[in-house]
């Protein structure tokens, strides 16, 4: 891809600048912006965190001061940077983010920051969306290899959006052959560039779930599928959900049970499933997590860690439209593996196959 020379660049030059942005959900980066907006001092960026970051607007002779020239045309002639109606005015069609939450050890290693490119605020129909769940789902991964028996040679990420949970297992596991897969043509084009930005070797494939998985691997060839799909119920009053919230059917659980059932079928005898996901909780019932209970008659899979991870995520939507009698959502993730029967079987077959 042509551009991501341009985004090397504008990632190199942020963290010489010791940039860092922690996307906030979409409901907190609204409010801020509006909180700016309110005052005119205010309302303009100032700096490489309010134009790459909170997406505010700012004039040619500011972003001298944020980028240098030479950043800026590249930006600008890729339109990742366009000028409003009035061309007084410039905006980012991006936003650039920290893959993972800094810590106090990290901001004093001479290592350069892993920067992650996804959409700009608000949000559309087909953005590539990094926020709250993206940090906790990454978090989640970095514990998952006491689940595995050994270092997996196959990685999928289904529903991989811009890629974060591709790029993460791809560096804890570089020798592995690591996939994402996604619906959006614009989250899988700047999944390449992250990729590129990460130094991992990511292929990724516009798919319908697993749908396009490569012919190797379809018959009980991968090790690890890891998963952070939409979860957001889809809404009774027939208006569209962006593509990455949009879970449909069963509280949004849809796809996640999907992932996981379908998944089963390609799965290596010793593989491991990840998902992480939202759950609705019923007000009349505040006890029972259906997910937990689907999971548990998933054919051939066997549970092996379910952890809440945040126990009330997204508390804008709850009393109104598919939420309207629900009084939380949490945030779980689940990791699944193969039951001795299924083991077994799919074993024999492996061995009738390889036979042949």
Not at 35 to 40: E, H, I, L, T, Y
Not at 202 to 222: H, I
Not at 243 to 271: C, N, Q, T, W, Y
């Amino acid at each position: 891809m042509a551009e991501i020379p341009i985004y090397q660049a504008l990632t190199q030059h942020l963290a010489k600048s010791n940039y860092v942005f922690v996307c906030p959900s979409p409901e907190t980066q609204g409010r801020v912006i509006e909180k700016r907006r309110s005052d005119v001092s205010t309302e303009d960026a100032q700096n490489a965190h309010d134009f790459f970051g909170w997406n505010l607007p700012c004039t040619r002779e500011t972003l001298k001061s944020i980028i240098p020239d030479q950043v800026f045309e590249s930006l600008y002639q890729a339109s990742v940077i366009t000028q409003g109606d009035d061309k007084s005015y410039y905006r980012s069609t991006i936003r650039v983010s920290n893959l993972y939450l800094p810590t106090l050890q990290s901001r004093d290693s001479t290592a350069a920051p892993l920067y992650y490119i996804h959409s700009s605020f608000p949000a559309s129909a087909d953005s590539v969306f990094c926020g709250p769940d993206t940090y906790l789902f990454v978090s989640f991964l970095q514990n998952i290899g006491r689940h595995l028996p050994q270092a997996p040679g196959s990685i999928i990420d289904v529903c991989c959006g811009s890629g974060a949970g591709a790029l993460h297992m791809a560096r804890t596991y570089p020798q592995a052959k690591t996939v994402g897969l996604d619906l959006n043509p614009r989250a899988l084009r700047l999944a390449t560039v992250n990729a590129q930005l990460a130094g991992v070797q990511v292929s990724f494939s516009e798919s319908n779930l697993y749908a396009a998985l490569p012919d190797t691997m379809k018959s009980y060839a991968v090790d690890l599928i890891v998963s952070n799909p939409p979860y957001i119920a889809s809404g009774t009053d027939g208006e569209d959900l962006p593509m990455f919230a949009d879970g449909g059917a069963g509280f949004g659980l849809d796809i996640s049970i999907r992932v996981v059932e379908e998944g089963m079928k390609v799965l290596s005898p010793h593989g491991v499933i990840v998902v992480y996901t939202g759950v609705a909780i019923q007000t009349s019932d505040p006890g029972h997590d259906i997910f937990l209970e689907k999971l548990k008659h998933v054919e051939d899979a066997e549970l092996a860690e379910y952890t809440i991870l945040h126990p009330d995520m997204w508390p804008e939507e709850i009393g109104k439209g598919a939420y309207a009698d629900v009084c939380r959502i949490q945030v779980v993730g689940a990791v699944l593996r193969r039951n001795a029967k299924s083991m077994e079987e799919v074993k024999t077959a492996s061995r009738k196959r390889w036979a042949v």
